[in-house]
């Protein structure tokens, strides 16, 4: 499954998901911090549940904790791919 | 003890967004059922909210969150225009000082039905994280103690379809107890669902016709509705040093249970008299003064009956002479939502000098012979007693009103609210 999925694959999702969570399209980067997007830990543990249900990844409360940009999201799902 | 005066009020009814909507409709004879149903049709909470706080409040925090954006502005707290939505740095008091109480009697259905929809056809693992916090019936008041920077006491209250009252009743209390210096206090319900149309259709409580007239001898349940109301509570001499404007005073408050049966009131409307009758002891005046009556109204046999011996009961031979109608004619039945409303309809009415009708009322049951004032609104006649001290004359002096909220469980609550 990890070999057919890309990084822009997730990057789609990731960003897909939080302006369904409310963040402004325009202020979705790579680099943008959850705090500056106004995304929560409710809202990175509404994405933990679409990661699982897309890739079937398990993302764990202390992983995402970690979790401060876009970019990390996306590295951190890649990871676990 | 210190006058605690409302100086906002707010309300997303049946009958439209807006308290002025809702007064000025019911007065006008118009009822917001439609196809045997109280729903807030206009209402959009993208008009009032960003997406973000859309996805974060269930229906009924939503129209709680309207409602007392509604209620601030009016109040003279904040814009109530976009930008500012948090008005913060408008309220007249320290955000430590300003209480929230919000009833509902059920809170967040819709999203508790979704969440075992979600629980079902896909399994535990897709049910939402926001499902908790969207449903708890508290939900409501943390949403606008967040939205409003609101750090005084807050918390919900719940006793079926008497909560907006009993909220409206303890922030008096924690006003009086100075525990507070302002309180924002309503009531909220939205569970127009399937669960809860079949659960009350089940008890034999709901309108088979789907039709409310309180009263009327072919009355057969009450009919469904959704809604909030939200009031802005301070005390009278913080109003006035603020220059605000005042649009009523709540004069007392008075509780009790008939410990009687879960859903049926004692059929000599004892219980409820008693919460009548406190209310008027809280208020420190007799029966006598009262110029109107807000009835819980419901529509349903046995509410109908009781309540009509409950008025007589608390009001002795002057319920015979005074205006008593049911804004439930008009919007249906809001549970949980149903007392703040009232208790907001009950201050424009008075204030406006006008009873307005028991909307569909043709021809009351035998023995229900109180005024109901059915068909149309009228001016409201103010009784010759008036407060006892002379004042009694013309339209110059404050006019008086009970309001009744009754729940599920024997809950009684009763506001005794004037305007000036």
Redesign the interface.
């Known amino acids: 499954m990890s070999t057919t999925i890309t990084e822009e694959q997730i990057e789609t999702l990731v960003v897909e998901s939080l302006q369904?969570?409310?963040?402004n399209p325009e202020d979705i980067t790579r680099e943008a911090t959850f705090e500056a997007l106004?995304i929560d830990s409710?809202d990175l543990?509404?994405l933990s549940?679409i990661v699982?249900?897309q890739y079937g990844v398990e993302l764990k409360g202390s992983d995402v904790a970690e979790v401060k940009t876009v970019d990390d999201a996306i590295k951190l799902i890649a990871e676990r791919l | 003890m210190e006058a605690i005066v409302v100086t906002g009020v707010g309300a997303v009814t049946p009958l439209g967004v807006g308290a002025r909507a809702m007064h000025e409709r019911w007065s006008a004879g118009v009822c917001g059922v439609v196809d045997g149903e109280g729903p807030c049709a206009d209402f959009d909470p993208r008009e009032f909210l960003s997406a973000k706080e859309v996805r974060r409040a269930d229906r009924f925090t939503q129209l709680a969150l309207a409602a007392c954006q509604e209620a601030l502005a009016d109040a003279g707290w904040s814009s109530g225009e976009d930008g500012d939505r948090s008005g913060v740095g408008g309220h007249p008091y320290a955000p430590e000082r300003i209480g929230c109480v919000l009833g509902t009697g059920i809170g967040g259905i819709g999203t508790l039905v979704e969440g075992q929809d979600t629980l079902r056809e896909r399994g535990g693992q897709y049910v939402s994280p926001l499902s908790v916090p969207l449903m708890m019936s508290n939900a409501g008041a943390g949403a606008l103690s967040m939205a409003h920077g609101l750090r005084g006491p807050s918390f919900a209250v719940s006793s079926a379809c008497a909560s907006g009252a009993h909220a409206i009743g303890s922030a008096l209390r924690m006003l009086q107890t100075g525990e507070a210096d302002a309180v924002v206090a309503g009531g909220s319900e939205a569970g127009l669902t399937p669960l809860a149309r079949a659960a009350f259709s089940a008890l034999d409580a709901l309108s088979k016709e789907g039709i409310s007239r309180p009263f009327d001898a072919r009355r057969d349940g009450f009919v469904m509705g959704e809604g909030a109301a939200v009031l802005v509570l301070e005390r009278a001499d913080a109003a006035q040093a603020r220059g605000a404007r005042v649009l009523g005073v709540i004069r007392g408050y008075g509780a009790s249970s008939d410990a009687y049966h879960l859903t049926a009131p004692r059929d000599d409307g004892a219980g409820q008299a008693a919460a009548m009758t406190a209310a008027l002891a809280d208020a420190g005046i007799g029966p006598e003064q009262i110029d109107y009556v807000n009835a819980h109204g419901t529509s349903t046999p046995l509410n109908d009956r009781a309540e009509t011996a409950a008025i007589k009961l608390a009001l002795g031979e002057h319920a015979k002479r005074i205006p008593v109608s049911s804004t439930k004619s008009a919007i249906g039945h809001l549970l949980g939502a149903a007392g703040a409303v009232e208790a907001v309809a009950t201050l424009l009415a008075l204030r406006d000098r006008v009873a307005p009708p028991t909307i569909g009322l043709t021809e009351p049951e035998a023995g229900l012979d109180l005024d109901y004032v059915p068909g149309s609104a009228r001016p409201l006649a103010l009784n010759g007693n008036g407060n006892g001290d002379g004042s009694a004359h013309g339209q110059d002096r404050p006019v008086l009103a009970l309001s009744n909220s009754f729940g599920f469980g024997g809950h009684n609550a009763v506001l005794c609210l004037e305007a000036p």
């Open positions: 369904t969570f409310g963040a106004d409710l543990a509404e549940q699982h249900e």
